[in-house]
């Protein structure tokens, strides 16, 4: 298992600032727009991401979003449900709003229509309230079987290790932290992993021995691992994800401002891994504080 060739994504239909994460997502920010101009451009930007996507022949299965409850993060599926080779799994999150994104629907249609043996169901983590959120609390190294994550509010480490022991992958856990020193959110804001490539603000991990421990944990997995600056990652250039097509040929998705803010070189190396796809998503980035590779949940399991 490396980099998918389906992705689910979810069309919103209430997309807006989210209170209720903003505590803990210094990327969100006010906008003075009217809800109906949001929807409208946000739409917009939906629209052409998945229309990138199915050009390049990568599978988009879209579910819109339901109207009630309102779900301002809707359009950020991979922090409540997760695939691999043969199961789904289903995280708890930290905020009430985005509790109600877990739709069982969506699970029962792809239990349908995928190659589906168990469902790891985590939610009932959060009346202890520890939560674990998805590929966005953890970064997985498919080649290496190993997953990544540092801890915030939104990370337990305990349920980290957990996770990781039931796919059978090994856990790197440490702390990562903004330019002011504050946990950052999650973890896919900080770091990606291809196959044979990483990309990581190491400069985000205070702790020499913890950066020492992360990177010397790539390369043991073979992956040419270049660092981001905290500059990088303010554009959002750590979220970013491999994918690869029905005829194996291999991408990388970043937004627009993440293209832009990496220099030449960087892009270069990154364009030997895979065929940058950049789309314009910046009302859904400046407003809903994530990008690219929260907007798309992997489906790793078989068709049936």
């Not at 069982?104 to 790891?120: G, N, P």
């Not at 990781?164 to 992958?169: F, K, N, S």
């Not at 270049?226 to 303010?234: A, I, M, N, R, T």
Request: glycine share 4%.
């Amino acid at each position: 298992m490396t980099s998918a060739n389906t992705v689910l994504m979810i069309r919103p239909k209430a997309f807006g600032f989210n209170e209720e994460t903003a505590l803990s997502n210094v990327f969100q920010q006010r906008s003075k727009d009217s809800f109906d101009k949001i929807q409208k451009q946000v739409d917009i930007e939906f629209q052409q991401f998945a229309k990138l996507l199915q050009q390049h022949q990568i599978k988009v299965l879209v579910f819109d979003d339901t109207l009630y409850p309102e779900k301002p993060d809707a359009i950020f599926p991979n922090n409540w449900i997760a695939t691999g080779e043969n199961w789904i799994a289903l995280f708890p999150m930290l905020t009430p709003n985005r509790r109600a994104e877990r739709r069982v629907m969506i699970v029962e249609i792809l239990q349908k229509h995928y190659a589906v043996d168990r469902i790891i169901d985590y939610t009932h983590f959060e009346n202890q309230n520890k939560f674990l959120e998805g590929t966005g609390s953890m970064v997985f190294d498919h080649s290496g079987r190993q997953v990544f994550a540092s801890l915030s509010p939104r990370t337990d480490a305990e349920l980290v290790k957990q996770f990781a022991t039931e796919i059978g992958y090994q856990p790197i856990i440490f702390d990562a932290v903004d330019r002011s020193g504050k946990s950052i959110y999650h973890t896919n804001v900080m770091m990606a992993i291809g196959t044979k490539w990483a990309a990581v603000c190491f400069e985000s991990i205070p702790h020499e021995a913890e950066r020492k421990k992360v990177r010397q944990a790539l390369e043991s997995s073979a992956h040419e691992v270049f660092d981001l600056s905290f500059v990088h990652l303010e554009n959002f250039a750590g979220n970013m994800l491999e994918l690869e097509n029905s005829q194996g040929e291999v991408f990388i998705a970043m937004s627009q401002i993440a293209k832009q803010s990496l220099n030449k070189t960087l892009l270069a190396k990154l364009e030997t891994h895979g065929k940058i796809l950049a789309p314009d998503i910046t009302t859904i980035e400046t407003i809903g504080g994530g990008s690219v590779r929260c907007m798309l949940a992997e489906i790793f399991c078989a068709q049936n």
